[in-house]
């Protein structure tokens, strides 16, 4: 089956540190892949779709400057939180779905990026 | 009324029993469902799509309501390996074909020995 691929796994680094997270499609192309956050018992919430080649849409309430996304190819976009801070610390999960998949086609996730800032 | 709303649970049963979840969505229109399996601390996983009446898959089967505008998933012979979150998934409806989802808040399961 599509397979998705997150790296890294798990940050851990100092307040004020830029991190990058890869989200890669395997085995398929993806125009769009999704990027979400999960805190604790709460369940995904979108941050912003990841258009291959086009800016980011965000959701609301998310920074736009706080986190830079860039989909340059059909299997990579990446996430970068800008200047963490601790309550940025989450899990980090991207989704992708086959360019040829329609919309009710589900979508694939990554294996999540566990974030946390000291 | 939310978009996609599940009982948190948790649910607790023994192993082998039989245990079902439901889900309701509030758009009618709504064409097609999934239901994922989270670990904790883990990514979503996909353990069935629904676009019809339902869906079966060994133990599992997942059913339509489109009437009631509700989906259900059953578990029989419950294993310890069962105990997670399982979050009932919608596609958006709407202007174009974003391929956003809208996620239930997950029913917890735990099975004990």
């Known amino acids: 089956g599509a397979v998705v691929s997150q790296h890294p796994s798990w940050v851990i680094c100092k307040s004020g540190t830029s991190v990058k997270i890869e989200c890669r499609s395997l085995d398929f192309q993806a125009t769009t892949m999704f990027w979400y956050r999960q805190f604790p018992k709460q369940s995904l919430m979108l941050m912003a779709t990841s258009n291959e080649g086009s800016k980011a849409t965000y959701e609301q309430g998310v920074e736009k400057d706080k986190f830079l996304i860039n989909h340059a190819s059909l299997t990579l976009s990446t996430l970068t939180v800008t200047s963490a801070h601790p309550e940025d610390s989450s899990f980090y999960i991207c989704?992708?779905?086959?360019?040829?998949?329609?919309?009710?086609?589900?979508?694939?996730f990554g294996d999540g990026t566990r974030l946390s800032i000291l | 009324r939310k978009e996609v709303e599940q009982d948190p649970g948790p649910f607790n049963v023994p192993e082998g029993a039989t245990v079902a979840f439901n889900c309701t969505y509030s758009n009618s229109a709504s064409q097609s469902f999934f239901w994922y399996r989270q670990d904790c601390r883990k990514e979503p996983k996909l353990l069935m799509s629904?676009?019809?009446s339902g869906n079966e898959d060994g133990r599992f089967t997942a059913q339509l309501n489109r009437a009631s505008q509700y989906i259900s998933l059953l578990i029989r012979d419950s294993k310890l390996s069962d105990s997670a979150t399982y979050l009932c998934v919608v596609p958006q409806l709407g202007s174009g074909n974003t391929g956003k989802l809208i996620f239930g808040q997950g029913t917890t399961l735990q099975v004990k020995p």
């Open positions: 989704s992708a779905r086959s360019q040829t998949g329609a919309g009710h086609q589900p979508q694939h």
């Open positions: 629904v676009y019809s």
